[in-house]
């Protein structure tokens, strides 16, 4: 069946977004904009921190509870990806509503895209339950999900391995412009901002920095964001710089942005 944009604008669109422990909302600010862009109203999966080994674990999200839906839209997009284990529950609430998938999460992918240490007990709980997580929430995608929204090939090519019967488009996402300083383009610095999780690669693109500097000696790369392993500032010419409340300044001695996983 052909899409009817038509029948789409006409379409009431409800965000899934999950309410944290700390009570905030939880959401990409890409993700908001774009839901926003179409007026959509929230529908909000509440989920509470366990304790002791179980804080983290997927349990977290199965007893997640709805507390707010609108039980009146047409169609839902589930922006967090822990409120795939809530599905059954919203598709018995709004039966004849469809759920599109917002896939900008590894949470589907188990242990692929970690690298961990079998030896530690912390990682062997760890490697559990991504594995257990990933496992749960893929039957919720194959039951309930009626299509899947991407944002690059990548993550296309997986969710095509994972669900080859499912409507699957991949979206380029905007940015928002929230920086007041322009690049230096005369300078061979680039930076990288995210979390220093296993999946990104910022051990590659380190790696590929001591290259870039055979080419331009002076090349300077700054990584920044939490989990940024300090190791990283060792290699020359790259420097960890952690969380910043101001990303101008780096921005402005910089004539390059890595985006990585793409």
């Avoid at 899409?3 to 600010?29: F, I, Q, W």
């Amino acid at each position: 069946k052909k899409l009817n944009v038509k029948e789409l604008e006409d379409s009431r669109v409800s965000a899934v977004y999950l309410r944290g422990p700390e009570g905030e909302l939880t959401h990409h600010p890409v993700h908001k904009a774009w839901l926003d862009s179409v007026n959509a109203t929230n529908t909000i999966y509440n989920v509470d921190k366990l304790s002791g080994l179980l804080r983290n674990s997927f349990l977290e999200e199965y007893r997640g509870e709805w507390e707010e839906v609108d039980e009146e839209a047409d169609i839902y997009i589930v922006e967090s990806p822990a409120a795939l284990f809530g599905l059954k529950e919203l598709k018995k609430r709004n039966q004849d509503a469809k759920i599109i998938y917002l896939e900008t999460s590894w949470l589907l992918h188990g242990l692929e895209p970690y690298n961990l240490n079998k030896e530690e007990v912390n990682n062997v709980l760890r490697a559990f339950n991504e594995a257990t997580s990933s496992l749960i929430a893929r039957r919720y995608v194959k039951k309930e999900v009626d299509g899947i929204i991407t944002i690059s090939n990548l993550m296309k090519e997986k969710m095509k391995k994972y669900f080859p019967e499912k409507p699957l488009k991949v979206v380029k996402p905007f940015t928002l412009n929230q920086l007041s300083s322009k690049p230096d383009f005369k300078s061979n610095n680039a930076v990288f901002v995210g979390k220093g999780r296993d999946h990104k690669g910022v051990d590659i693109l380190v790696e590929a920095w001591d290259e870039v500097r055979e080419e331009y000696p002076g090349a300077k790369l700054y990584l920044v964001g939490e989990d940024i392993k300090p190791g990283f500032g060792e290699n020359p010419g790259v420097y960890t710089l952690g969380y910043v409340d101001n990303l101008d300044d780096v921005f402005s001695n910089c004539s390059l942005y890595v985006h990585l996983l793409d």
